[in-house]
């Protein structure tokens, strides 16, 4: 069925670095590709997400990249700080009729100060 | 405006009791999604509602119904709860369907099962 492949499973940076997660897709079909923050005991909160007609998107310290040739897209974050550590979740549309999202299997990252 | 609303917020069976999860929204929103979260697993779909009267499978439906009861509320159904579904369980709302809107979730219930 379909698959999103996400990685690493678990990423550790300090203040001030960048943090890169990389998710993979199986439907070739998918057209939306969002990106979804969790803060510990929180809920999912949608943080960027990027469209099948656009190869990059930017809102100040995140970015999101997408390589449809490839079925890959990754998100970008830079001037990383403590408040950025949580779990990170990619999502890819799939179609097919009946429209859902197929989550990764998420990314916890720590932002060491 | 309250969003996306669950009850109850922590829940605890036994094995073979049943329960009714319930999910609100305040949005007018016409899809309605529920998930389930396990650690390393990410989130899984259940069941969703495409629109007000249609529900249909995700990826892990089994031991679950659910019914659109109007087009605010979603309720997510255990008939005989098992360990198996211990888990995070998050429902989530969109105005259309997914690829084109935002996909806004719940604070999510916790269930343990004994």
């Known amino acids: 069925g379909e698959n999103v492949e996400q990685h690493p499973s678990t990423l550790s940076v300090q203040e001030g670095d960048s943090a890169v997660i990389k998710c993979t897709y199986s439907d070739s079909a998918s057209n939306y590709f969002p990106w979804y923050k969790q803060e510990l005991g929180k809920r999912p909160q949608l943080i960027i997400d990027?469209?099948?007609?656009?190869g990059e998107k930017k809102d100040q310290r995140i970015a999101v990249t997408l390589n449809k040739t490839a079925k890959h897209f990754s998100l970008h974050i830079t001037e990383t700080q403590p408040e950025d550590s949580a779990v990170y979740f990619c999502a890819a549309s799939i179609q097919g009729g009946s429209e859902k999202l197929v989550f990764g299997k998420g990314t916890k990252l720590t932002v060491n100060p | 405006n309250a969003g996306v609303t669950q009850t109850p917020k922590f829940q605890v069976l036994k094995t073979g009791q049943s329960m009714t999860l319930q999910c609100a929204q305040d949005?007018?929103?016409?899809?309605m999604y529920w998930y389930r979260q396990d650690p390393g697993m990410g989130l899984r779909l259940i069941y969703y509602?495409?629109?007000?009267?249609?529900?249909d499978k995700g990826e892990v439906p089994n031991g679950y119904n659910v019914s659109r009861l109007n087009k605010r509320e979603f309720s997510l159904r255990l008939e005989s709860a098992a360990p198996s579904q211990t888990s995070v369980y998050f429902c989530?709302?969109?105005?259309?369907?997914?690829?084109?809107?935002?996909?806004?979730f719940g604070p999510g219930t916790r269930l343990t099962v004994l």
């Open positions: 509602s495409a629109s007000e009267g249609t529900t």
């Open positions: 949005m007018n929103h016409n899809s």
């Open positions: 989530a709302s969109s105005l259309e369907a997914v690829s084109t809107d935002t996909q806004y």
């Open positions: 990027i469209r099948s007609n656009v």
